[in-house]
């Protein structure tokens, strides 16, 4: 039986910071980065993240398909 290691969401939140700093990312770049089910990422990250304006998003719609990331 393998124990996964949950990281907090400090350490999510930086991660995802890190990873867009300087460059646009997908949603699926950063669900493979994180190795996270991308439904939970944008809930529960990148959709808070946006309104607390610590992300800023490419498109004005927070569900299109073409979306990007970055700081």
């Given amino acids: 039986m393998s124990v996964r290691k949950v990281a907090n969401n400090t350490e999510v939140i930086n991660k995802i910071l890190k990873f867009c700093s300087g460059k646009e990312r997908s949603l699926s770049e950063i ?41």
């Avoid at 980065?33 to 990422?41: E, F, H, I, P, R």
């Fill in 31 to 71: 669900s493979e980065y994180l190795s996270m089910n991308k439904n939970t990422l944008r809930s529960s990250y990148l959709y808070p993240m946006v309104r607390e304006k610590q992300l800023k998003r490419t498109a004005k719609a927070p569900n299109k398909n073409t979306n990007r990331y970055y700081i």
